[in-house]
């Protein structure tokens, strides 16, 4: 694994860099393709060669990437939105938002602990479900079938 590191680093860095354009981000990029490798080695299957391979994950890195940022960038766009409307600067719109966090953070306790888990991975950490999947060793549908299930017993519970 070791050679295998040295030998596709560099070119790995270069394309995540040439595609994402940050240094940090694209060291983070190079770093999580070359653990998922060494974490998955006995189930990836490389039918193309190892270069190429591992230039789909940079491409696949890169989407996700530019996903959860956008995700994220329009999540911050809105709640700045928010906090700028009149309402939402009153200490009783203030003290309804923390109970309402509160009742979520409730509700998903209440979920069975592996579903639990799902909607963590998916909603708080933004993790894909193919990456969930392969994290805890599922089927991609059972994770779709744990976020679907979860969500309709939040919605349950919540309403």
């Not at 070119?11 to 990029?29: L, R, S, T, W």
């Not at 789909?56 to 960038?73: M, Q, S, Y």
């Not at 933004?126 to 549908?141: H, P, R, T």
């Amino acid at each position: 694994m070791e050679q295998i590191f040295n030998l596709y680093w560099e070119a790995i860095f270069d394309a995540a860099f040439k595609k994402i354009g940050d240094e940090n981000v694209a060291q983070d990029i190079t770093q999580e393709i070359f653990i998922s490798l060494w974490e998955n080695r006995e189930q990836v299957i490389i039918s193309g060669g190892l270069a190429a391979y591992l230039h789909g994950a940079v491409k696949f890195k890169v989407i996700n990437h530019f996903r959860n940022t956008t995700v994220k960038d329009g999540h911050k766009a809105e709640l700045a939105t928010l906090m700028n409307q009149r309402y939402a600067d009153s200490a009783d719109d203030l003290l309804i938002l923390k109970d309402a966090q509160q009742k979520v953070e409730e509700a998903l306790m209440q979920l069975p602990e592996r579903m639990r888990l799902v909607v963590t991975m998916s909603r708080k950490q933004e993790k894909s479900i193919k990456e969930i999947a392969s994290e805890l060793n599922v089927s991609v549908q059972t994770v779709k079938n744990q976020i679907t299930s979860a969500m309709k017993l939040l919605k349950k519970s919540l309403s």
